[in-house]
């Protein structure tokens, strides 16, 4: 054999020998995966256009859908899953003083302005006194609603800045309403019973209300603090993966979707 041939098979070994050391690193990235946890319905929906956008970034993108607010961040800290979508800052911030967790926001996804509903009431004006109204019995989404109702004059509150408002805080009461605090995602299936509730609108969506033609009262569209957003562990806000999960939902295809198929009830808030 000559020193030519020889050569010629190490080199042709050498360079099989790369390909293979490379192969490993190259078929992690390829099957990079996360655990994202989402709400079911339309909000998993619009996800699944940004899972469709990730798959072309190399980013594997598992849904787990959830139909209570109070279960994504207990799966997170826990590691069950990797990040979560559901939820604002007044949410978050409640969640972290109630229960110590190390979770933050890394980019916006959208925001659903929160709306009073009724089926016994044509508009506002309606209401009567000593009406019952169904309001989330969280602490954020209850504030919310009492904010809701505040600004449109049925109830004044009385709170500390930064402070999130309770049926406590309600110091002027008109029309002696009773507010009767219930789990968020009940609400809508309990509104025959109740005069009015103040809905969050993937529930209210989920039940076939529609915000623009049946809410008597909604928040307003603009300025307003409660987008949503995806959340990760604090110690894995950094990872370059969750930048593809973000750069994933904040993309025009997601807003064009988002704009498309929910006339103004959900909007981008990026």
Do not use: C
Not at 27 to 40: N, T
Not at 41 to 64: F, M, S, Y
Not at 222 to 249: C, H, M, Q, W
């Amino acid at each position: 054999m000559s020193a030519y041939t020889l050569t010629r098979r190490r080199l042709a070994g050498a360079a099989l020998a790369l390909v293979f050391a490379l192969a490993p690193a190259g078929a992690a990235f390829a099957a990079e995966k996360l655990k994202l946890g989402v709400m079911g319905g339309d909000e998993e929906r619009i996800w699944e256009v940004a899972k469709k956008i990730a798959a072309k970034d190399g980013l594997d993108i598992e849904l787990v859908s959830f139909s209570d607010y109070a279960i994504p961040n207990e799966a997170l800290e826990k590691g069950d899953l990797d990040a979560n979508a559901f939820q604002h800052k007044p949410y978050l911030d409640s969640q972290i003083a109630a229960r110590g967790y190390k979770i933050v926001p890394i980019g916006y996804t959208l925001v659903q302005p929160i709306a009073l509903y009724s089926k016994k009431l044509k508009a506002f004006a309606d209401l009567k006194e000593g009406a019952v109204i169904g309001i989330p019995n969280d602490p954020s989404n209850g504030g919310r609603a009492l904010k809701l109702l505040e600004a449109n004059g049925l109830i004044k509150l009385k709170t500390a800045e930064g402070q999130v408002p309770s049926v406590l805080d309600v110091t002027d009461n008109p029309k002696k309403v009773e507010f009767k605090e219930i789990e968020a995602s009940q609400l809508a299936n309990l509104l025959p019973d109740l005069d009015a509730a103040v809905i969050n609108t993937n529930y209210a969506l989920g039940a076939g209300l529609t915000p623009a033609k049946d809410a008597l009262i909604q928040e307003s569209r603009t300025n307003n603090p409660y987008g949503n957003f995806i959340a990760v562990r604090e110690a894995d806000k950094d990872k370059p993966i969750f930048k593809k999960l973000v750069a994933s939902y904040q993309n025009q295809e997601v807003a064009d979707f988002i704009n498309a198929n929910f006339k103004g009830a959900i909007q981008p808030a990026w």
